[in-house]
């Protein structure tokens, strides 16, 4: 019986007998190499027996699996590698079947040496690169055992960390697979990045909280690389390296999932990591998709608690960074669109204490959290602004100022408390996002950077009653005309000796300032003026004020603007001294000393020494007579002020005759620096709310004082000689006059008396009528008498009169 069964044995097909020749009696032996070298040479001289081969070794193994022969499992998965390394025919597929049913049912088993072994065996066959395409594998049932894997709980930390390793690197073994084989199963599908994904930022996430590394790859230590962190980085960095344009959303959607589902967009620390990775990994060109799918799930959890909106905001703000390609996609303003929407909604949220408009039941809003996600909010602003070129960032700032809300024709407000309000807090926050986009903004031409457009709306919120805003604005026009980085240096007031100390950097005004300061100068001088009149003005007002007055010097000046910044700094010191608006004591030797800096300073940028000696002489005056006119005394924690600045003697004060004097002698405009400055009055102070009743007659009386009889008193009729032709062609001086008698006529309506405007109307309705009697007169004549005169009203004898028609008139009165 004995002997029918050997002879029995003798007739298995060879490919059989050769694989139980691999197996010794001892499974402690190891493989037999030499039995194993002439299967492996079998297999290559009939790779048509491959496929046999592998179905045989998978069924002892599965045999050996069941009887708990373990030592025998190792020893087939060993002999199974060496086949699939050796042998690349075209029967390769029917092997890789085998060997794949053996893999899963190594990872099926419960012993973590099992599973790592099986795990082992699949990344080395993932290596293999196959010469020929399967068209029906799948390998949905290891992501999800690898996927198991990676979050394995097992009680031992050694054993647990080991089962978590290999379920990293069976992942990364179906990736590198898969990923590059459009004839494979598609591992961008979501049923799949939805268990990839998750698993390697299971692992992250439980990573030292301590540990603190850049983003990059870096040399690490051999601890490091061990460890489940570090591999499942590794992991992540190499999917998203490898993913298309039209991938990018499925592999980060499950990011933003998982970032959900386990609250970790609060502490944001992790967030900031895992998109740090991201950004870092994927290729630069499809940056902007990340962007847009952080916006898009801002917008789905716009009524989440603000910390979570602050978290997906402040990712946003680092993400924006790192693409520092300078694009954020072709929609560059929807982008900003989304941000300045959640702002508004946030403002809203705050203001009604709800997510649901003030609904009951909903949840409460904690103001300073929703105050941090605004901050956050500007903050990203600025970040995605520095990313962008020239001239997108000039489109945003236009758009931004387009949202603030103005009290003009073009843009209604909210009435009510609750609409001032929600107006004020959305103003202050765009502008706070303006400037923002604003800092480092370099531009060489002032007239591309500043439009009339934006400059006007920007302007109007500088008349504004708020504080805050018309800081806000100051700053914003700072940091534009600041392109060499003096600001700074001027962050305090003071009156400085010698101002080469500061080593400004100063450089020509180029022709497009010049053009731009012909433009806007006046514009810009008027709103100066007009906010150093305001009474709420602090210390942060006078000091960005001191700065605009200085870089305007530094940055647009030429001989022209400086005697006009003279001029206004001396008509802000007409302000403090005669003090028709009644400002605080405070205001008024703010004003003194803001003019004293400005002065120090300007007189020494244009060098002429009469004119420095002036300004010295008088700083020195203060400094003994009254030290609370200088800004070392004012701009101080607790200024030293006096209210005595009524009985001051002129000495204290700089002279605009004396500065006219020594400057027209070096060549400036004597004329320009002798006419007091007077801002023209124009419709946009009706945003400030603050024009008189007496402002607005004096507008629609203006031109009929031209005729005044008081004028025609005043002004005889002179001769025209060349002299006064001149005059007239000289257009400057004419507006000048001009202003001057605007100024005063303005002063008049203001001041005078009723009874004394009632008289002066008199007045001019009697000239008016007499007048006419003239030309009544004139025209219908009596007939004439026989001695060729007439007596007229007025008892004077007249020539014969000439009828109308017959008359002479000078070419220049005919029409």
């Not at 500088?462 to 005309?481: C, K, N, Q, T």
Request: proline content about 5%.
């Amino acid at each position: 019986m004995y002997g029918v069964c050997g002879c029995c044995g003798a007739l298995r097909p060879r490919y059989k007998r050769l694989v139980d020749n691999i197996f010794p009696e001892d499974p402690e032996d190891g493989l037999v190499k030499t039995n194993m070298e002439k299967l492996t040479f079998y297999a290559l001289s009939a790779p048509e027996k491959l496929d046999r081969i592998g179905a045989y070794l998978s069924e002892r193994l599965i045999r050996d699996v069941s009887r708990h022969r373990y030592g025998y499992v190792c020893i087939a998965m060993e002999a199974l590698d060496q086949l699939l390394m050796a042998c690349h025919c075209q029967s390769i597929n029917l092997f890789v079947e085998s060997f794949l049913k053996m893999v899963a049912k190594l990872l099926e088993s419960e012993k973590p040496n099992l599973q790592i072994l099986g795990t082992n065996s699949f990344v080395k066959f993932a290596n293999i690169e196959e010469d020929t395409p399967s068209y029906h594998r799948s390998y949905d049932f290891f992501v999800s055992r690898f996927s198991e894997m990676c979050h394995s709980s097992h009680d031992d930390p050694d054993v647990r960390t080991k089962i978590r390793m290999s379920g990293i690197k069976g992942l990364q073994g179906v990736v590198r697979k898969t990923v590059n084989d459009e004839l494979q199963a598609n591992i961008w599908d979501p049923q799949h990045m939805d268990k990839i994904v998750p698993s390697l930022l299971f692992n992250l996430q439980h990573a030292e909280e301590a540990e603190s590394r850049s983003p990059s790859p870096l040399q690490a230590t051999e601890k490091e690389k061990e460890s489940p962190a570090e591999l499942a980085e590794r992991c992540l960095r190499e999917l998203l390296g490898r993913a298309a344009y039209g991938n990018i959303k499925n592999a980060i959607k499950p990011v933003l999932i998982h970032l959900d589902n386990h609250a970790l967009w609060e502490p944001k620390t992790f967030a900031i990591r895992c998109f740090k990775i991201i950004m870092y990994s994927i290729q630069p060109q499809h940056s902007h998709l990340v962007i847009q799918q952080l916006l898009g799930h801002l917008d789905a959890n716009s009524k989440s608690a603000a910390t979570v909106r602050a978290g997906i905001v402040e990712v946003l703000s680092e993400a924006a960074v790192i693409a520092a390609s300078g694009s954020v996609g072709p929609t560059v303003l929807e982008v900003f669109n989304t941000l300045l929407r959640q702002l508004r909604l946030s403002i809203d949220y705050a203001l009604t204490g709800s997510y649901d408009g003030g609904a009951g039941g909903a949840r409460s809003i904690k103001e300073h959290e929703e105050r941090m996600f605004q901050e956050a909010v500007i903050k990203t602003i600025g970040s995605f602004a520095s990313t962008l070129p020239t001239y997108q960032r000039s489109e945003v700032m236009l758009f931004i100022m387009s949202k603030v809300p103005l009290p003009s024709l073009h843009q209604a407000m909210e009435a009510g408390k609750a609409g001032e309000n929600r107006n004020r807090l959305t103003q202050i926050m765009l502008l706070k996002s303006l400037l923002q986009v604003s800092l480092g903004f370099q531009c060489s031409n002032m007239l591309t950077a500043l439009p009339s457009s934006f400059l006007d709306r920007l302007l109007s919120a500088a008349l504004m009653e708020d504080a805050e805003i018309r800081l806000f604005v100051l700053e914003i026009l700072i940091s534009f005309i600041d392109r060499h980085g003096n600001r700074h240096k001027f962050s305090t007031i003071s009156t400085i000796s010698d101002i080469s100390v500061l080593k400004l950097k100063v450089d020509k005004c180029s022709r497009q300032d010049t053009v731009f300061m012909k433009k806007h100068a006046q514009q810009l001088y008027r709103h100066i003026y007009l906010t150093c009149k305001e009474e709420s003005n602090m210390q942060a007002h006078y000091e960005a004020l001191y700065s605009m007055l200085v870089l305007i010097s530094i940055e647009l000046a030429n001989e022209e603007v400086v005697v006009d910044l003279i001029r206004l700094v001396l008509a802000v010191q007409e302000i403090a001294q005669i003090n028709e608006d009644n400002l605080p004591t405070y205001n008024r030797c703010a004003l003194y000393a803001l003019g004293a800096a400005y002065l120090n300073l300007i007189s020494q940028l244009t060098t002429v020494p009469t004119f420095c000696q002036h300004i010295h002489e008088v700083i020195q005056m203060r400094q003994k007579e009254a030290p609370y006119l200088l800004p070392e005394d004012v701009f101080v924690e607790r200024p030293r002020l006096s209210r005595s600045l009524d009985r001051l003697g002129p000495e204290v004060f700089f002279r605009q005759s004396k500065i006219s004097e020594v400057l027209g002698g070096s060549g400036y405009n004597s004329d320009r620096l002798s006419t007091p400055y007077v801002p023209q009055l124009t419709d946009e102070d009706r945003l400030s709310k603050r024009k008189s009743i007496g402002e607005t007659i004096s507008l629609q009386v203006e031109v009929e004082s031209r005729n005044s009889p008081e004028r025609e008193e005043r002004a005889p009729a002179e001769e025209i000689t060349y002299e006064t032709l001149k005059k007239a062609i000289d257009g400057v001086a004419v507006e000048e006059q001009e202003r001057e008698r605007r100024r005063q006529v303005v002063e008049k309506f203001q001041k005078a008396p009723f009874e004394e405007i009632a008289a002066h109307c008199g007045a001019r309705a009697t000239l008016l009528q007499s007048k006419l009697n003239q030309i009544f007169e004139i025209t219908i004549r009596p007939p004439p008498s026989p001695s060729g005169t007439i007596t007229a009203a007025y008892g004077q004898p007249q020539n014969h009169s000439v009828p109308v028609y017959e008359m002479k008139f000078p070419d220049l009165c005919v029409y």
